[in-house]
């Protein structure tokens, strides 16, 4: 039997314990042992930007949206158990709004005020709790004081059970949620002081686990990293409300991932698609940017994270150059070893697939293979294992990488082994930009045994238009504002085919070009070139 099994069956076995423990009637006694407050301790003021579109939505919607057997999706579930529609209504702003998030308060507390393992997992009800307690001045001015009361004490009694389950298994933005709405309980309740204490003693400890030295996040998720920020600057301005003391650790860490995260922006403002990312809102990024009041250049590289940036003219060049993240924080990690994106000015040309839009196994291995981004595979498998429940399996045993320039040619040059241990063959790689930005050379060379089936993809955004030409020995592509750019290979002949693209959750339809063969004899080179077409 694999580690997996036992692992797993442990799982199960943990899982069943604590369900028996929590749901019984004397844990919900045992949470209501102690005092609860009559009204907040503090009041706090919420940054960001709500949707005043999705608010009005709502207001229209039907109350019992907390039905488990509402169809909606996992992120609109997320959003719904954790509360983050109040923002939304606050943006609206009007007494349909206040009202309507008085009825889906009762309604959540008449379906869910006791212990369930959806949504009081440490992560939900974290966010939820700092959701309550963020929010309270918008909704409360149109509550009784009896439905205040009830709210408080529930607020009370989720404080109580998350100080129970905390230091808990999570890793990244989930964990930072859980230990957000600690500190918010910690600064608005009372009993609050071990809240706080624990919160950031846990705060400390992550991100001395999770944020490497050059600012960078050790799942290798750059949307993960604008999540941990945005919770990270949240619990900065509760602590300043409070006229509490930034720890150092909190301080540090927002200006060394602002100047980070900045790396792995595209023209457009959104983010690039690696391992398990996202694009994100450009306006999510501004504001997340604006709101850290951290100053720093874009970086050109991560050397812990394993990035390279590199810009010439309006073109911009992100490279993935690491190994796989360890585990636990491996779990939305992808196969794309020295995979690619490229862009010009505001228009994104050669990308990768993307994340999955559901938390479905299926999707996961789609999205997360080798074969969904902009790199080689060989023999149709990873470049390392993809575990379908998430996480990384049989990993690489080398990524090397290095940068350099020469007659004003930028040079990426990377290697790895993923293919090593079963078929014997490794790829290395070597990616040139111009330093007018209208040339990017590619040269892929597989060296080891002859014989095996290779795949160099070039996935496109949704928004380009392709075409081949010369028989296939090129292709033209055509961006939205009419920009043209001509791929060329020396190996074989180009074949156009469908993609897919995820770059917001959501499924769309996109070309990729691809050419394939066997390795010969030591080595094997494909060389290509995307070219800027002249216009005439």
Known sequence: MSMAGPAKLFHLIRRKARAAVYSNPAYRLLLEQGPVPENLRLSLADPWPGDAEAGQALIASRADLFDDDNPTSSAKKQHLATHGFLRDLRAVGTDAARRKALTLLEDWLLRHDRWQEDSWAPDVLGERLANWILFFDF??????LEFQACLLASMTRQMRHLLRVMPDTLTGPAHLRAIKGLVYAGLGLLEGNKALSLALDLLKRQLAAEILPDGGPISRNPCAQMDMLRNLIDIRASLRAAQMEVPHELTTAIERMVPALKLFRHGDGGLALFNGGSESSGLEMDAVLTLSSARGRVLRRLPQTGYERVTAGRSLLLVDVGAPPPAPYDAAAHAGLLSFEFSVGRERLIVNCG???EDDPAWRSALAATAAHSTLTLADTNACEVLPDGGIGHRPDSVTAQRYEQDGVHHVEAMHDGYVGPFRVAHHRVLSLTAEGDELFGREALSGTPGRDFTLRWHLHPSVQ??????GQAALLRTPSNSGWRLR???GGLSLEPSIYCG??????????????????DPTVIGWALTREKKS
Request: proline share 8%; no cysteine.
């Open 489 to 491: 290979v020396d190996h």
């Open 504 to 521: 917001d959750g959501s499924p769309r339809r996109s070309l990729q070009l691809r050419v394939s063969g066997p390795t010969y004899a």
């Open 466 to 471: 392709a075409s081949l030409v010369q028989g």
């Open 139 to 144: 909704y409360s001015a149109g509550a009784s």
């Open 355 to 357: 994340a999955s839009p």
